[in-house]
């Protein structure tokens, strides 16, 4: 890492972050332009108040004054914060299966702010938070924002709704104990009521389980979950009160069903056949495929407590999913990109875009993924995934080209949010 750089990140370690007050300028050697698709040479950003001002060639803009904040990143390659469709900031990678009864939501709580804090220094600024117990998402959001803890621009979806029995229900206990996941409903009256519970306490967008899952006790990954009507009705209300709606689907039945009751992406989407590809795209659906998570599940997951049920479900899936995708990348659906941090550790969610080129995708496509496809599923178009005027001061760096090794961002070497610097994962 260069010396001036070196230097300026050993003063963020310091404090929660280096707060750059008034004006601060960016040179950047090499500045991917996620819009347009191409690079730029030799460019230089100006930040005022946490916001991008204006964006030009070094040749042709003043030499910034001696009072100015001045970054030097004219031997790295500069692109905007990247995003996350789909992580669990609460959950552990090391608790699944039974260890889970062992937690406490307090205790999720806990562990979310350890987290975020490594999410945010990976590169990742903005992330949507699929499913929480308790409303923790909701918690762990307003502390970044008051500055009590370090961590990503979070959208919380808070509790997932699920039906009696289904992947967002608790599966592991028998009857006496009565076990019952917070966010069960049963009926598209009882559904509506959950989505506006979760609107009352704070969630931004609502996730629902459309068919079984890989880590669910007792589900099969084929099955829908809910009816059409329910679906539905969950839909319906949720865009009525302004929430976008996200659905845990692997199953092509309960994936088709919840594309035409309007969700606006499908989570995992592992087994979506051809016609599902081209409902997606009559439709406008966003499909948020977790090709990594796979890898971890099947090499580290027993020991962090995954049943063998669930490793012989994602033995059966995990394969098919990347060819989905592949056949996702041809049709050219928007495809996001969402990892389910959580299921594996956090801070490592730029492992997955080794695999999305692997399987398909140009690096830029993948980059793309991460920037401008959640920025418009997130409803924060031009707000992130851009470096230009307007937009969040969200910028990260690294030594190298993404567009010919994108590993590179595995090992992000600048990470900046709403115009401060943080620590990187290096330095934790």
């Excluded at 230089?44 to 946490?50: A, L, Q, S, V």
Aim: one cysteine or more; aromatic letters at 6%; a negative charge.
């Amino acid at each position: 890492m260069k010396t001036a750089l070196s230097l300026l990140l050993a003063t963020a370690l310091c404090g929660p972050a280096l707060a750059n007050s008034g004006t601060t300028v960016i040179h950047a050697g090499t500045l991917i332009d996620t819009k347009a698709g191409t690079t730029l040479s030799d460019q230089y950003i100006t930040i005022e108040n946490g916001v991008i001002t204006a964006v030009g060639a070094a040749a042709d803009t003043p030499k910034p004054d001696v009072d100015i904040n001045f970054i030097d990143l004219s031997e790295m390659t500069v692109l905007p914060g990247l995003s996350d469709s789909h992580v669990h900031l609460t959950s552990d990678a090391a608790v699944h299966g039974y260890r889970q009864l062992e937690r406490s939501t307090s205790r999720a709580a806990i562990t979310g702010v350890m987290n975020a804090k490594r999410t945010l220094a990976a590169g990742f600024t903005t992330v949507r938070n699929l499913g929480a117990p308790g409303f923790t998402d909701v918690a762990l959001k307003e502390a970044i924002e008051d500055g009590d803890v370090p961590g990503p621009r979070i959208i919380p979806a808070g509790r997932s709704i699920g039906i009696t029995g289904g992947h967002c229900d608790s599966n592991l206990l028998p009857f006496e104990y009565q076990q019952v996941a917070g966010g069960v409903a049963d009926g598209p009256w009882a559904v509506r009521a959950k989505v506006r519970e979760n609107k009352k306490y704070g969630a931004q967008v609502i996730k629902f389980c459309g068919t079984g899952g890989v880590l669910s006790k007792g589900t099969s990954i084929g099955a829908q979950q809910f009816t059409a009507e329910e679906m539905n009705a969950i839909v319906d209300e949720a865009h009525a009160l302004g929430m976008k709606v996200a659905v845990h689907a692997h199953g092509e039945k309960g994936i088709n069903t919840a594309i035409k009751a309007g969700v606006d992406s499908v989570e995992h989407s592992s087994l979506i056949s051809d016609a599902g590809i081209n409902l997606a795209l009559q439709n406008g659906t966003t499909l948020s495929m977790d090709v990594y998570v796979s890898d971890y599940i099947l090499t580290e997951g027993a020991e962090a407590g995954i049943l063998e049920e669930s490793l012989a479900k994602e033995r059966q899936v995990g394969r098919a999913q990347r060819e989905r995708f592949q056949a996702a990348v041809k049709s050219g659906v928007p495809l996001a990109f969402g990892t389910d941090a959580g299921v594996y550790p956090h801070g490592t969610n730029g492992n997955q875009f080794a695999f999305m080129v692997k399987w398909g995708q140009t690096p830029m496509q993948a980059i793309q993924s991460a920037t401008i496809v959640n920025a418009k599923l997130f409803d924060l178009d031009g707000k992130i995934g851009v470096i230009a005027p307007g937009a969040f001061a969200d910028i990260i760096a690294v030594d190298g080209d993404p567009l010919q090794d994108i590993s590179e961002l595995e090992d992000i070497d600048f990470v900046m949010k709403n115009g401060k610097v943080y620590p990187l994962a290096s330095q934790e």
